[in-house]
């Protein structure tokens, strides 16, 4: 397939380094100029436990850019969905479409400036992580799903997830998309809270002292989706139904299995804490701005959600360090 990545770093890299492995025509675009110019003198390298390899590719910045291409890969950061849709789509063939394999809820703004009926999605939690200018860690394997918007499995639906079986050969191609990403966004709350810390992702959800407050991170998320009808689908251990249910054994049962599955990956902590602690730039919680909103919409105020976001854009800010001691204050906070 001739598919056009935006976004060259820990997903778009990863996803792209096994496609052009399998075969596949790959295009990468990127905004870092020291990364596309290393991946087109040497080539992309993933490393880590689950493969180490090196593939020859191309990549281009956004400017120099000219060709169409049918099938467009949304790679980048939830914060910069807006502005790479608004470039890329002059790149979009007429019959083409734009699939986002990103964190968040942005097939919503995607729908917006691409259309509807061009643009898919997909669910994704494997780990990676941008080490450097042309490499890649790839830390550990995840669940991988495609859909449709509207929820049909169409010709080009089955196209590309083949192509993703070229990545994970258990990639699902779903009718319930939104249910996976909402499900994602329960799951990315209570890594939002583990990065107020410096622990790494299993310790913060083993530790009995703050459990309930992650407990709580993911039921403020669920609340919404249920209220406006959106049963949160499960993943890789994490299960929505209990945390909606209240089912105090099966929530911890839930977060037993998230901390064995964390254990095994390279990738100790989460992309938000490195956002946070390596690279100092600003994270992607503003994936949770379309939750407030329905939030709002529906009654629902979201004061742990609220409290977190405000917690994790000071440390942004370089007003509060990452400290353990975050997690009793926003225990304190809570009514």
Known sequence: MRILIWGAGAIGGTLGAYLIRAGHDILFVDVVEEHVSKINQSGL???GPVDEFTVEAAASLPQQLEEKYPIILLCTKAQHTEAASETLVKHLADDGYVMSVQNGLNELTIREIVGGDRTLGAFINFSADYHAPGKILFGGRGAVVVGELNGAITTRLEEIGAAFRDFDEDTIITKDLWGYLWGKEAYGAML?????????????????SYRDLYIRAAQEILEVATQIGVEARGFNGFEPAAFVARDTDGINR???????????????????????AVRKRRTEVVMYEPILAEGEKIGLDLPLTRRWIEMIREIEDGRRPQTISNLDELKADLP
């Open 45 to 47: 390298e993933i490393t």
């Open 192 to 208: 939002f809270v583990s990065a107020l810390t410096n622990e790494p992702i299993a310790d913060a959800l083993a530790d009995p």
């Open 254 to 276: 839930s977060l037993d299995t998230l901390v064995a599955f964390n254990r095994v990956s390279a990738k100790t902590h989460s992309g938000i804490w490195r956002d946070l």
